[in-house]
């Protein structure tokens, strides 16, 4: 039985403080280095997101300077009440740049709150230890942006939260105008007398605006069990009881302590088949400069009857144009087959634990 001391160290291996977070063709990426990396890729989130938050505002300054333009011209008695009107559908524009507007910044605020739960949470609770996935859904982001919300959502958020009292304000002072002016209406015949436009009824001109109105609600009403905006302020933890609608979230994802606004996103897993007679080569360029692991197979060539190494290498699609260019340059007579794998776990990938 050995008496080694169980806590010495390798002397060929870097300390902890120095060993490097990834290797790249020599080039070594240490601690230190990716958390200064990290904290500029922050900030550098935070910008983008802050100049998409100042669209926000620019837009519902619109509405609301159009909005103010609009009623005032409309209780000039020359003016008609239509002026409100044509506003609304102004406004209902202005809503849905808006909206789109907001898809964008969640983009921005999510790879944020990301971070701010997984990465710089962690550094405060020792010892250090984000996620698992993190890194990957974060990868997964930047190699495929999408947005994390629907328009729908976005639509109705911004409508409960600003266009609402808008909308409630055009009605009233269209109501208003066509019940004050020129003079207070002195029955229900003269209010819709005066609500017609050009050719069309005053009845039907209030039926359409009050259909427009109900629809408005009701997108409000309907959009509010949505619950996928990152940038709101929500716990990384939440209540199943206080946010029923998140929690389901955690019931479909079968985890509690992943962040509820954050689906778990790889980049896509594949397995490589090479069929190589330089096995050897190509095995130790893959452990040097992809820092992957190589299980190797005897195969026999069915035509030629010739016997070949058949090499299997997990790895994932950002990594497939090097190993291409890596088993090019050793054989470029091999033979090569990529196919996607549902699920990889272990040393590289996800812990098989989880």
Not at 26 to 39: D, H, I, K
Not at 274 to 289: G, H, L, M, P, Y
Request: net charge positive; aromatic share 12%.
């Amino acid at each position: 039985m050995s008496d080694t001391n169980p806590q010495s160290t390798n002397p060929n291996q870097p300390d902890a403080e120095n060993e490097p977070v990834w290797t790249f063709r020599g080039y070594r990426l240490r601690p230190s280095e990716f958390t200064t990396a990290m904290v500029h890729f922050f900030r550098a989130e935070v910008s983008r997101a802050n100049v998409w938050r100042q669209r926000l505002d620019t837009t519902t300054n619109w509405a609301v300077v159009s909005t103010g333009a609009a009623i005032t011209i409309a209780f000039n008695q020359t003016a008609h009440h239509s002026v409100i009107l044509l506003n609304a559908l102004l406004v209902t524009l202005f809503l849905s740049i808006e909206a789109r507007r907001y898809r964008y910044y969640e983009l921005w605020s999510y790879r944020i709150r990301l971070m701010e739960t997984d990465f710089f949470a962690s550094m405060l609770v020792p010892p250090f230890h984000p996620a698992s996935d993190w890194a990957e859904s974060l990868a997964e982001n930047l190699f495929h942006p999408s947005f994390s919300i629907s328009s729908w959502e976005a639509f109705g958020r911004r409508l409960r939260r600003n266009y609402y009292w808008i909308y409630t304000v055009l009605g009233a002072a269209w109501l208003a105008r066509i019940g004050l002016l020129p003079t207070q209406a002195v029955s229900w015949g003269d209010f819709f007398q005066r609500a017609a436009i050009g050719n069309l009824r005053g009845e039907i001109v209030i039926a359409g605006a009050a259909l427009f109105f109900l629809l408005l609600f009701l997108t409000a009403v309907f959009t509010v069990g949505l619950h996928q905006a990152s940038g709101e302020i929500l716990p990384r933890f939440v209540d199943p009881e206080r946010y029923p609608g998140i929690a389901q979230l955690f019931s479909e994802t079968g985890s509690v302590t992943r962040p509820w606004f954050r689906l778990s996103r790889r980049r896509q897993q594949l397995l490589a088949m090479v069929i190589t007679d330089r096995a050897e080569n190509i095995c130790q360029t893959v452990f040097k400069e992809l820092d992957r692991g190589v299980t190797s197979m005897p195969g026999t060539g069915m035509y030629t009857g010739k016997t070949h190494n058949v090499l299997m290498i997990a790895l994932t699609v950002t990594e497939v144009p090097h190993l291409k260019s890596l088993v090019n340059a050793h054989d470029p007579q091999a033979f090569m087959i990529v196919f996607p794998a549902r699920e990889i776990l272990g040393r590289g990938f996800m812990p098989l634990q989880e």
